[in-house]
């Protein structure tokens, strides 16, 4: 019977304020060098991570004390990360079924808010948004190491 193998994981625990976004990218970059994901393909995660972390620290909360839990579960050859808050929902799964549809739009036709939506979605392989009504939001990412010559 083959052995199937546990992700590790890292948990962060942050105040939901735009000074600890750096504090997220960096462990995104040591956990995605150390799996052997490119310079390129860290850039591209630390963006997306990063307007998910803001999507959290701009709209969850109207007042300071909230907090964000960012959770890495480390593959041997991807990376799963969840960004959950706690503060109100504003129904995140009908922005990103909008951003499904902005390849036949202009940049000028995307509506301010939504942009960061469609960057997740273009940068990672896999994105899944969940509002729990009034309970907070999640954001789901994964993306998987390219092999080298790989078209993606």
């Known amino acids: 019977m083959a052995e199937v193998k546990t992700k590790q994981q890292v948990k962060l625990c942050l105040p939901a ?16 060098s150390r799996i052997g994901f490119s310079y390129e393909e860290i850039e591209d995660m630390k963006v997306a991570v990063s307007e998910a972390c803001n999507n ?6 109207s ?3 909230g907090m ?8 041997d050859h991807d990376l799963e990360l969840t960004i959950r808050d706690q503060g109100s929902s504003f129904m995140a799964e009908n922005k990103l079924d909008d951003a499904t549809g902005w390849h036949d739009k202009s940049l000028d036709d995307v509506q301010a808010g939504g942009l960061g939506f469609y960057l997740m979605q273009a940068l990672m392989d896999d994105v899944s948004i969940v509002s729990h009504e009034g309970r ?6 994964m993306k998987r190491v390219q092999a080298i010559g790989e078209v993606k």
């Open 68 to 75: 964000v839990d960012i959770i890495f579960e480390i593959g």
């Open 17 to 32: 304020q735009a000074d600890y976004v750096d504090v997220v990218r960096l462990t995104l970059y040591g956990i995605a």
């Open 56 to 61: 959290a620290v701009l709209y969850a909360y």
């Open 63 to 65: 007042q300071e004390g």
């Open 136 to 141: 907070g939001t999640e954001v789901k990412m």
